[in-house]
C-alpha cells in the first residue's frame, strides 16, 4: 500500500527527545552553522561558502571577480543549501522567527542575484570555471548542488510560503530540462541528488516536467557507452588529480539502474541514487524499478550494513566494498551516508509498508546519524567507527579518517547541516499517509495532524523506554498503522484499555487499527526494552565471536570514560545486560546498561602463552549515539564474548 | 659476547628439513627464478631484468640503445642480483655446478661490462637517465642495487673464490665512497642496504674504508636539515608520482639513528638499515649505537609484530604503523621484511647472544618467511595476511595487497629471490662463533666445521620434532653455547646421557656447555613441542578476546581445506590442542593439530538477537608456513576463543 510523506507542518514535536534535539538545532547547530557558513567562527575550518554566492552575484551583474576568488569545495553552494533546509524545517519544528528568516532571504537574494539569465546558477562555475557549465558531470555537481538548492527551496517554501527561492530553483530546473531532455540526452549526474530534489520540487509546483527529468536521470544511467567515460575524452581538465582511472562502480553507472543488484561504490550517492528511483517507482509504478530498489535495499541491509546503521566499509571512495567486509575501526560509515540510507528507507516505506524499512530507518538514525553531532551541537562525526583506540585511530595511517572525537568543522562539511535538517524534519520519517491510512514509522513524542482532520498526540521517552501513547483528537474513520519493531520480542498494544490481539493485527511489522476513532481514544504501545545481546553472522569476520548490547532500537557501546581500558573487556553472553535507572544528569539523559564480564590482566608480553587472568567485572555501557562527549578514550560496540 | 657469522663454507645440510628446502630451491627456485629473469617462462610477469643489464653493457660499449628500452623497476637490477646471491649460497649448500656457476658467470660478464669506468654501475641510469646519477638518492635505488649486488659478489666469492664480480663491486665501492666522502657527503641513501653490503664487503675483502662508507651513512642519515628534502629542492623530477609528499618516517631519516626509539617508515628499509647499525656497532664497539638498536628492536618485537614474525602492519607505504596495530587481514607483513628481521637479529646475536634475538628469527623464520613461498617453489607471498576470506581477501579495495594465494611473480619481485638466498644460506643464521664459542642459534640437520677444527653434527626433526642430537667430531676445548628457546617450557640437556642443570648452564637464553670434547661425544636437547595456545597482549585489538595455536617455534592456523568455513570457528581453550602424527603426505610432511572448539551454525540474519547455535567440534591446524597450498580457503592464525 503506497503513501506519501507528511507535510513538515504536519507535526509538532514536545519537549521529549526528539522536541529537545530540534530546540538544539535551533539555539544551537542553526546559528553556529550560520557562522561558520559567513566565516565568523573563530577557530574552525574556513568555509568561504556564503561569500563564494555574494562572488558570484557580483560577477553576475558585470563586476570584475578574479576566478581565485572562490574558495573551498566545487560543491561548496550545497552546504548553503542544506542549512537554509535545515533553518526552513527548524521554522516549523520550533516556530516562526524573523531573524533567522531574514538570514535565510538575505542568502536566497544572493543566491537569486547570481542566477545566469538561462536559469542555470552555482558560484564555482561562475566565479571559477565560466565555461565550463555541464561539461564535467561526473566530478563538478552542479547537478548535486542545484539537488540541495532545490530540496532547501522546497522547504523553505513548505515553511513560510516564501517563492522566491523556489522560482530560482524552477528557472534551474528548467534550465537542466532544457540542457539533458534537449541537448546532451545522454548526460547523468557524477553525484545522484538531482533526482530525489526534482521529484520534490514536481511534488511542490505540480509540474510533471521536473518528475520526467529525474526519471530521465535514472533511465540514462549506466547505459552502455558509459557516459562519464565518453565525457572526459578531450575534454581536458578534471576537478582531482588522479580523476583519469574512472571507476565506474564509485559513481553507480556500471550498469543501468534496472540491472544493478550490490550497493558498490561511493555509499552517499548510492543511497541518494536509490531514493530517487524509489520515488520515481512509486510515483509511475515501474515495478521492474522498485525490484531494482528491493535488491539494493537487501544489498545493503542484509550484507553491508553495521549493527549503527552505518554504512560505507571503507574511507578509499567513502564506499562499500563487498559483502560481509564491516572492519569496525577503519569503517567509514558516513554521517551523511546514513541519513541518505534513511530516504531510502523513508521511500521503500512510500511503495509498501514493511516493518524493515522502518526497523532500518530507525536504526540509521538512533544511532549513526546522531552520533554525527555533539551532543552540545557544536562539533560533528564524518566517519563513525564502531572501534576507537587513541593512539591509532585518527593517528596510524590506515585510520585517518576515523577520529576518536569530533573536530569542529570540516573542509567538505556535508554531514553537520545534513545532520541538522534530518532532525529539524524528523516528523516527516515519523509518518506517512494515505487515503486511508496513517502510519507511525517512528516512535517521536509530539502531534501529528492528518489531512483528513483528525490528530494524535505522541507520548513517549522513546528511544530510553518503551512506553508509547497515542491520543486522539477530533473524530472519524481511519486506520492507524504503528510499526511493531522487530526488535520487540514482546510488544503489548491496547485501544483505550483493550488488548489488541497482534497476531492478527499485525502485517508486515505494523499493526493495522481500522475504527471510527473518537476524540480521546488512546492508543497505548508498549515496546521490549530489555537489553539485550546482539550477534553478527559469522560471515563478518570483524565480529565473530564477538557481541554488541542494544536497548530498544539504541545500539550501546563500551566507552573508556566509563570502563578504563575497553580492549581487555569480554562480556558474559551467559547473564542478560541489565538496564540501570535512567539518568538526567548523564549524557544529556540516558539509560546506561550493565553486561557482566570480565575484564584481561595486564600482559607480561606482546604474546604469552599464559591466558590473560580474567578478572569477573561490571562492564557499563551507553548509547552509541553519546560516545565520545567525555574526551579521549578507548571504545567499542562489538566486545569478545566468553 | 660477540660472534661471528659463520661462513656458509662452514655449514652442510643433511636431508631433513632445512636440507630438503636447500634441494628445492637448487632444483626449482634457481632455475624458475633464472628463468623468470631472462623472460623465458610463459605466464609469468614479465622481468626483463638480465636484459635491462645487457642494454646497459651495450650502451656502455657504445652502441645505440633508446631509453625507452629499459623495462621494470628501478630497482630491477636488485632481482639479479638476490638472484646471484641466491645460486652462490646453492653452489656451496647443494655443491658446485657447472652449469649454474656459467649462468651466474654470463650475467656476472654483461654487468661488468655494463660498469662505467669511474666504477658506477646501474642499468636503469645507464640505459634510462644517464646524467642523473645519484641526483635522486631517496627514491632511486642506486645504492640499494649496489649494495645487493655486493653481498652477491661477497657469497659468489665465498662459494667460488671468483673475484670478477667482487673486483667489479669494489670499483662501485670505490666510487661511492670517492662520491659520498668527498663530493655529497650529506647523501644518504633512501633505501639502506648498502649499509650492511659494505660491512660485509669490507669483511671479504679487508679493506677498513668499506666499513667506513657504511659508518658514515649510517651517522649522516636523518641529521638536520633532510637530506631527502635539501636533495629535492629543484632537481625537477621524481621517479614516482606524487612523491613530492615526503614523509620522513618513511624512510628512517626524521631523526639522526641514535636518537630513534620507535621502528617506522617502510618496513624492510627499516630492518636493512638496522642490520647495518647493529654491525658497526659491533666493528666499533659504540655503544651508543647498539643502545639504538636495543631499543629499536624492542620497539618492533615487543610493541610491532606479529605472532608469525611478520611486520608492517600496512600496505601504505609498506610500513610500520603504531604501537599495537596489528591487523590480520589488512596487514603487510612483506616476506623480505621478516628476512631482514632475521638479518637484523642475527646482527644483534653477534653483538650479544641472548635468547630473545635467536627466538625472533626462528619465528620469522618458520612462519613468514617460509610462508613467502610455495611448497612446490615456483609461487611467492609478497605480503603475508594471518586471516583470509575469499571474496574480500584480495578482491576489496581495503585488501588488495592480501591475496589468498600465491600468484607466480610481481612486477616488483623483491621477495622470491630473498627467500631463495636465505634458505640458501640458513647455516649462516643457524650458527655464529668467536674464540671460544660456537652458538647454536636455530635447529638445522646438518654438520657445522668450527674455526677450531672441530665439527658437530645435528640430527633433528626440527621444526616438528623437538629432539636435538649434535655428536662431535674431532677432538679440543671448546664452549658450545646452544640456545634454549623461550617457547620451550620444559627442556633438558645432557651431554653423554648426563643431565645438564639448566638452572646453572643457562644464561640470557643459551647453555653453555664448556669442555675438552672428544671425538664421539653427543650433547642431546630435548624441547617441548606440547602444542599450546598463545595469547596476544589485549592492547592488540584485532586479536583480544581469541588465542592462536602454536607448536615449538610453529605458529599454526586453521583452514578451509581442512575445516570448510572457518570464520564460524571458536576454540575451546580449557582443552589443550593435541599434536597428531606427523603426516608425511601432507604439505611435505607436518604435524597437524587438533583443537577442541566449536561450530557456530549459519546465521538466519546479518544481525540477530538469538547468540548462533554453537556445536562442539574439532579443529584441525595446520603449519601457518604451509597455508595456501590446497586452493582458495578462509584462514585464520587468531580464532576466538571461548
Known sequence: MKSDRISARQFQADGSFAGRLQKLVREVVVPYQYGILNDSVSGAEKSHAVENIRLAARKNTGEDVPPEAF????????????????????????????????????????????????????????????????????????????????????????????????????????????????????????????????????????????????KHFIDQRGQAPNYFVEEEKGRGWNVWQGSAELDTDYTQSTLPVREQKDAVGHAVRAVYLYTGMADVAKETGDETLLSACRALWESITR???????????????????????????????????????????????????????????????????????????TKFFYVNPLEVVPGISGVAVTHRDDLPERPGWYACACCPPNVARCVASLGVYAYSENETTLFADLFVGGTVETKKGLSLCCETQFPHGGAVKYTVSGAGEMTFAVRIPAWSKKAALNVNGEAVDLATAVKDGYAYLTRDWRDGDKVELSLDMAP???????????????????????????????????????????????????????????????????????????????????????????????????????????????
Not at 165 to 176: K, P
Not at 304 to 320: D, K, L, N, P
Not at 602 to 624: F, V
Request: a negative charge; hydrophobic letters at 40%.
Open 71 to 214: 574558495y573551498g569545495m566545487i560543491f561548496q553552494d550545497s552546504d548553503v543549501a542544506k542549512w537554509i533546509e535545515a533553518a526552513a524545517y527548524t521554522l516549523i519544528a520550533t516556530g516562526r522567527d524573523e531573524a533567522l528568516e531574514s538570514e535565510v532571504d538575505g542568502i536566497v537574494d544572493l543566491y537569486a542575484a547570481s542566477q545566469h539569465e538561462d536559469g542555470y546558477v552555482n558560484s564555482y562555475f561562475t566565479v571559477k570555471a565560466p565555461g565550463r557549465e555541464w561539461t564535467n558531470l561526473r566530478e563538478a555537481h552542479e547537478l548535486y548542488c542545484g539537488g540541495h538548492m532545490i530540496e532547501a527551496a522546497a522547504a523553505y517554501y513548505e515553511a513560510t510560503g516564501k517563492r522566491k527561492l523556489l522560482d530560482v530553483m524552477c528557472r534551474f530546473a528548467d534550465c537542466a530540462y532544457d540542457e539533458f531532455m534537449h541537448r546532451n540526452t545522454r548526460g547523468v549526474p557524477g553525484h545522484p541528488e538531482i533526482e530525489l530534489a526534482l521529484m520534490k520540487l514536481s511534488r511542490a509546483t505540480g509540474e510533471k516536467r521536473y518528475a520526467a527529468l529525474a
Open 532 to 642: 539485550r545481546f546482539v550477534y553478527a553472522d559469522p560471515k563478518v569476520a570483524a565480529d565473530s565471536g564477538k557481541a554488541a548490547v542494544q536497548m530498544g532500537a539504541l545500539v550501546y557501546c563500551a566507552e573508556g570514560a566509563d570502563n578504563g581500558e575497553v580492549l581487555p573487556l569480554s562480556v558474559d553472553t551467559s547473564v542478560p545486560p541489565q538496564a540501570l535507572p535512567f539518568d538526567a544528569a548523564l549524557l544529556g539523559g540516558v539509560v546506561p546498561v550493565e553486561a557482566r564480564g570480565f575484564r584481561a590482566e595486564p600482559a607480561a608480553a606482546l604474546y604469552s602463552d599464559e591466558p590473560p587472568k580474567q578478572t569477573p567485572c561490571a562492564i557499563r555501557m551507553i548509547p552509541y549515539y553519546a560516545w565520545a562527549n567525555r574526551g579521549l578514550h578507548e571504545m567499542r560496540v562489538w566486545l569478545p564474548a566468553r
Open 303 to 377: 550484507r553491508r550494513m553495521y549493527v549503527t546503521g552505518g554504512i560505507g566499509s571503507t574511507g578509499i571512495g567513502e564506499a562499500f566494498t563487498v559483502d560481509y567486509h564491516l572492519p569496525n575501526d577503519t569503517v567509514y560509515a558516513e554521517t551523511c551516508a546514513s541519513i541518505g540510507l534513511m530516504f531510502f528507507a523513508k521511500k521503500m516505506l512510500e511503495n509498501e509498508h514493511r516493518g524493515e524499512y522502518g526497523d532500518v530507518m530507525e536504526r540509521a538514525f538512533y544511532n549513526t546519524v546522531l552520533a554525527g553531532m555533539q551532543l552540545d551541537g
